[in-house]
Nanobody
Framework: QVQLVESGGGLVQPGGSLRLSCAAS????????MGWYRQAPGQQRELVAR???????NYADSVKGRFTISRDNAKKTVYLQMNSLKLGDTAVYYC???????????????WGQGTQVTVSS
């Protein structure tokens, strides 16, 4: 099983910053990618950022230039540095990891419990 523990969410003023962390644990054979989705009330869940084990990154257009994703492969931890936060960034942020539990087994996604990010003045 894979467990993902998220931390770092909270309340911040517009223009402020937050840093989210997500640590994976369990019997993981390999990780292909890690990243973050978010879901605001009444909205569909959307991909915010992802990073492969090799360091290739992708960002949603709405966060490019403001958010930075990084990872520590040894610690199986992914981070999301969020700067210049806007009201539209308010959402529950969900960490995910694309992992295989055994060799030659299909990789699948595992999800964290979510952490609330609220941007408000």
């Amino acid at each position: 099983q894979v467990q993902l523990v998220e931390s770092g969410g909270g309340l911040v003023q517009p223009g402020g910053s937050l840093r989210l962390s997500c640590a994976a644990s369990g019997s993981i054979f390999s990780i292909s990618a890690m990243g973050w989705y978010r879901q605001a009330p009444g909205q569909q869940r959307e991909l915010v950022a992802r990073i492969t084990s090799g360091g290739i990154t992708n960002y949603a257009d709405s966060v490019k230039g403001r958010f930075t994703i990084s990872r520590d492969n040894a610690k199986k931890t992914v981070y999301l540095q969020m700067n210049s936060l806007k009201l539209g960034d308010t959402a529950v942020y969900y960490c995910y990891v694309a992992a295989a539990l055994r060799a030659s087994v299909t990789t699948r996604d595992y999800w964290g419990q979510g952490t609330q990010v609220t941007v408000s003045s």
